[in-house]
């Protein structure tokens, strides 16, 4: 079992920076690959960001390509989404995510484990 807890979150004015965290219990997180995923008011939860296991590799949506960069320290078993140059259209709830399988056999649906969000609101 994998729990994850995200901080981070909070309200910054369009072209700011926020840095979200989200710590893992349990022992499996080294092997674990780990997503960022948001979902805006009235809009289905998307896929932003994926990091492998090493942290060697990564995916971003196009939409956030370029602004926002994910990485993790398996020590500290944290994954972090640096978000830079904000748009108001990044406000979103933003929820960490583990998946079980391997970076290139994992999928939007294969993450089994969830955080609870955390709240980012960019305004203009």
């Known amino acids: 079992q994998v729990q994850l807890v995200e901080s981070g979150g909070g309200l910054v004015q369009a072209g700011g920076s926020l840095r979200l965290s989200c710590a893992a219990s349990?022992?499996?997180?080294?092997?674990?690959?780990m997503g960022w995923f948001r979902q805006a008011p009235g809009k289905e939860r998307e896929s932003v960001a994926r990091i492998s296991s090493n942290g060697v590799s990564t995916y971003y949506a196009d939409s956030v390509k370029g602004r926002f960069t994910i990485s993790r320290d398996n020590a500290k078993n944290t994954v972090y989404l640096q978000m830079n140059s904000l748009k108001p259209e990044d406000t979103a709830v933003y929820y960490c995510?583990?998946?079980?399988?391997?970076?290139?056999?994992?999928?939007?649906?294969?993450?089994?484990?969830w955080g609870q969000g955390t709240q980012v609101t960019v305004y203009s």
């Open positions: 995510a583990a998946s079980a399988r391997p970076y290139y056999s994992t999928s939007d649906t294969t993450f089994q484990y």
């Open positions: 349990g022992r499996t997180f080294s092997s674990n690959t």
